[in-house]
């Protein structure tokens, strides 16, 4: 196994965290625990996978991790500087390309200098850059999804975090997408990455299966 987290301080950690889901009418209340105490970690440099099959969870514990979701029980350490990118785009169908990084920029309070060219070598490395100035509802899934990616990098996040960023990709875009990733990590950036495909183990440092409830690895 490739750079562990143990040498270095992690940059993500996640301790026995516990989820339920509680839904239905108070007559027929139903409740689902989804997380059974999950624990797992990312160190700077590293690119994790975490699989599992539909409904363990993979969702649940990344909104966690951002804080999108509270949890029931145990405890994470995570850095502010996060970058996310979600399963179903978060965009604003009458915004253009360039007005989601405005806004973005804003939000992460970046120089006008830097946040040129983060914008820039981003829609340069993803290959959208004529896009620039469409809505995004006149924008494929496929582009919906490049942007969706690079708005969760242009903070330059010491932790990113990916639900199935590709699902819409050409294959093109699909090796390109993992090229990034592997020059972010060498970069130092730690990446959590859901995904239902092992085909790319081999790029990366540790997979964990959320299976149950708990997250073990498994390669
Ligand atoms: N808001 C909610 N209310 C009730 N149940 C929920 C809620 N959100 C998720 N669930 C349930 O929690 C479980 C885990 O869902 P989650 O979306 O985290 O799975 P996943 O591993 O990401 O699946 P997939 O591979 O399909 O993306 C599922 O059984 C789902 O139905
Ligand atoms: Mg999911």
């Not at 750079?3 to 516990?18: C, K, Q, Y």
């Not at 590293?46 to 969702?59: A, T």
């Not at 994470?76 to 990084?101: D, I, N, S």
């Not at 708005?151 to 010491?158: D, K, Q, S, Y």
Request: net charge negative; proline share 4%; aromatic share 8%.
């Amino acid at each position: 196994m490739t750079g562990t987290a143990t040498t270095t301080s992690p940059v993500l950690t996640v301790t026995d965290v516990t989820k339920a889901f509680r839904f239905g009418p108070p007559w027929r209340r139903q409740r689902i625990d989804v997380l059974r105490g999950a624990s797992l970690e990312v160190g700077p440099g590293e690119l994790v996978g975490l699989v599992g099959e539909n409904g363990s969870g993979k969702s649940t514990l990344m909104q966690i991790i951002v804080g999108l979701l509270g949890h029931d029980g145990g405890t994470m350490t995570a850095p502010a500087r996060l970058g996310y990118c979600p399963q179903q785009p978060l965009l604003w169908e009458k915004l253009t390309v360039a007005e989601h990084f405005e806004l973005f920029n804003q939000a992460y309070r970046l120089d006008d200098a830097t946040a040129a060219s983060a914008r820039d070598g981003l829609l340069d490395e993803l290959g959208f850059a004529k896009y620039l100035d469409y809505r995004v509802e006149a924008l494929s899934g496929g582009t919906r999804q490049k942007l969706n990616l690079a708005l969760a990098l242009v903070h330059r996040p010491e932790l990113l975090l990916l639900d199935e960023p590709y699902a819409g990709f050409d294959w093109e875009t699909y090796l390109r997408f993992w090229e990034m990733a592997e020059r972010r990590r060498e970069e130092g950036m730690g990446i959590l990455i859901v995904s239902h495909l092992l085909a790319e183990r081999d790029r990366l440092t540790r997979i964990y299966e959320l299976r149950d409830g708990r997250c073990e690895v498994i390669s």
